[in-house]
């Protein structure tokens, strides 16, 4: 109590500080510059790449992005301020006045002041040219630099965007966010395809376990969740999750993440289903009015033409299970109603010979123990899906898959 005093403290006399009587340019980002609602000269600092140059008798022409948005932000100054060094994929920090620009093309432009070549870029060496769409497949070589196009900026602000509406809708929901782990002890899904975690063997006793016990990375945070759903009624996970699986498939990768919930005093396939295609439906509607411009980009010129078809399969077998399935990407969402019976479990691990391991999971039916489901959905898939990428490597900053793990 007494370090949570001394903190809020410490906090309020920084706020207090006095404010210096030169007040600087203001930073702002290039999106927050082209929303600018009243551009009468203040002036500002934007830092970012140039995307362009063009040089006239008087006038030099820049665009400058630094990732906040598709469209880059024009800088106009004066001839003498061209230079080798002020080349397309050099960083810059221009300072000037943000003014209204008589041009048709945009509402503001930047009347430089300063600029400063930050970084250099040799156009010659750098891989990707001006005016030039490399496909995706050929920015795949270039895991360190493909985020600096359009169309990956787009994709990862996409991205963005949907793991900050995906949380919405669950805490809007009620849903407590658990951290389930990476490393465990649980083949959930049952396929055997998993990766073993063990430190170097240098010294290990022969059979012996860093965790006395065999562990591996996740391939679903389910059981996990469904522990937490004995004491929260709604619970969701977000994270990475891991397949050993031998495919260089475009509907495949070795680290992938997955948005998976648990839900508790839940008896029907349907009250399950409504909760699948409001997490779909309420993602997709903030990603296309928080960034409209990103998703027209990848629909015109990666997916020109594409719809957006999906199929719901429903399966009867010892639980209710339902899959969503999408032409093109392949199964998107797949949830179930989880066994409950106590005795049916004890037969199914006893006959199995996993009893003693799976103990656990037979005292969750043991103790105060209600009906509950869930449901996983492949968040690269749902990317797929929303924007008509063809290869799932193309929606993940960093594709792992067999044979690749370039960075």
């Not at 891991?242 to 993440?257: K, P, T, W």
């Not at 029907?268 to 993602?283: C, H, I, R």
């Not at 043991?366 to 990428?389: A, D, K, N, T, W």
Request: proline content about 5%; hydrophobic content about 40%; glycine content about 6%.
């Amino acid at each position: 109590m007494f370090g949570a005093r001394c903190l809020l403290r410490a906090l309020r006399s920084c706020s207090s500080a006095p404010c210096p009587r030169h007040k600087p340019s203001a930073k702002l980002s290039v999106r927050d510059a082209l929303r600018a609602q009243d551009a009468s000269g203040e002036r500002v600092k934007v830092q970012g790449w140039v995307r362009s140059v063009r040089s006239q008798k008087e006038v030099l022409f820049l665009h400058v992005n630094d990732g906040s948005s598709l469209e880059s932000l024009q800088v106009v100054a004066d001839s003498n301020c061209d230079s080798r060094e002020l080349a397309f994929g050099s960083s810059v920090e221009v300072q000037g006045q943000l003014v209204k620009s008589p041009s048709k093309k945009q509402n503001v432009e930047l009347k430089a002041e300063k600029i400063e070549v930050v970084g250099n870029c040799d156009p010659k060496d750098f891989p990707f040219k001006y005016k030039e769409r490399p496909t995706l497949e050929y920015l795949r070589q270039f895991p360190h630099l493909r985020c600096r196009t359009n169309v990956l900026g787009s994709i990862l602000r996409v991205r963005s965007e949907a793991t900050a509406a995906i949380h919405s809708f669950f805490k809007d929901s009620g849903f407590v966010h658990i951290h389930t782990p990476i490393i465990t002890s649980n083949d959930c899904e049952g396929a055997g395809e998993l990766f073993q975690v063990e430190p170097p063997s240098k010294g290990k006793v022969p059979e012996e376990n860093f965790f006395n016990v065999p562990a591996f990375l996740t391939v679903s945070g389910q059981l996990h969740l469904e522990v937490m759903s004995g004491a929260f009624t709604q619970v969701f996970t977000f994270g990475p999750t891991f397949r050993a699986e031998n495919s260089q498939s475009r509907r495949h990768l070795a680290e992938f993440y997955m948005v998976e919930a648990e839900i508790s005093f839940i008896e029907s396939l349907q009250d399950l289903m409504q909760v699948m295609e409001g997490l779909f439906k309420s993602a997709a509607a903030a990603v296309l009015s928080t960034c409209p411009e990103d998703v027209a980009l990848c629909h015109r010129v990666v997916a020109p033409g594409q719809k957006i078809r999906t199929y719901a399969k429903k399966q009867l077998f010892n639980v209710a299970a339902v899959d969503l399935l999408v032409p093109g990407v392949g199964e998107l969402f797949g949830g179930s109603l989880r066994e409950e019976r106590y005795h049916f479990l004890e037969q199914r691990l006893a006959r199995s010979g996993l009893t003693e391991a799976y103990q656990w999971y037979l005292d969750l039916r043991r103790f105060g123990s209600v009906p509950h489901g869930g449901f996983g959905m492949g968040f690269e898939r749902y990317l797929q899906c929303i924007l008509g990428i063809d290869n799932i490597k193309d929606v993940i900053p960093f594709p792992r898959f067999t044979h690749s793990c370039l960075l």
